[in-house]
C-alpha cells in the first residue's frame, strides 16, 4: 500500500508525476511514495502460557476478532461471509489507484431508451423545422379579409 497523489476528490484520477509535484509544493519527499505503509515481516501469533502450551497470542486474536472475513471457501458450519464483497472491490483497483472499468456490462433497456430518444429528437427536429418554413412562406393579407366600413 503506497500514497499517491490524485486530482479528484474521490481518488480515482491518478497524477503521472505526483511525488515530484508534492515534494515541489510540500519541500519534502511523499511518505510512504515509494515503500509500502505495510511491513512484510511475519510477527509470530503463538506464545507459550504458565502450562508450557503453546496458545494465540491476545494481539493475533484481536485482529483475526476485528477483521473483515470472507469464508466462502471453508469448510466451516457457519462461514462468515460480511466482507466479501469488499475483497472483490479490492480487486478491480490497479496499483497506481485508479479503478478498473474493464467490467462494465451493457444494458439492453438503456441501449433502446437512448435509440428512442434519439429518434423521437430527430423526428421533433424534423416537424419543428416544417412547421417554420411553413410559416415564413405562409402570407396574411388582412386588408383584403376586412369588410369595407359604410
Not at 469464508?71 to 475483497?87: F, I, K, L, V
Not at 419543428?128 to 386588408?143: D, P
Request: hydrophobic fraction near 30%; aromatic fraction near 8%.
Amino acid at each position: 500500500m503506497h500514497l499517491g497523489l490524485f486530482s479528484d476528490d474521490t481518488c480515482t484520477t491518478h497524477v503521472e508525476d505526483g511525488d515530484d509535484i508534492f515534494e515541489t509544493n510540500m519541500g519534502y519527499e511523499l511518505p510512504y511514495g515509494d515503500e509500502t505503509l505495510i511491513s512484510s515481516r511475519c510477527m509470530s501469533c503463538g506464545e507459550t502460557n504458565n502450562n508450557g502450551y503453546l496458545q494465540t497470542s491476545e494481539s493475533c486474536a484481536n485482529l483475526y476478532t476485528f477483521s473483515g472475513k470472507c469464508e466462502t471457501r471453508m469448510s466451516q458450519d457457519y462461514p462468515n461471509e460480511s466482507s466479501c464483497d469488499y475483497n472483490e472491490g479490492i480487486k478491480n483497483i490497479r496499483e497506481d489507484g485508479v479503478i478498473r472499468t474493464s467490467s462494465v456490462r451493457k444494458s439492453k433497456a438503456a441501449a433502446v431508451a437512448i435509440g428512442m430518444f434519439m429518434t423521437l429528437s430527430v423526428l421533433m427536429g424534423a416537424y419543428v423545422f416544417y412547421l417554420r418554413t411553413k410559416l415564413s412562406r405562409a402570407q396574411i393579407n388582412l386588408a383584403a379579409s376586412a369588410a369595407p366600413l359604410t
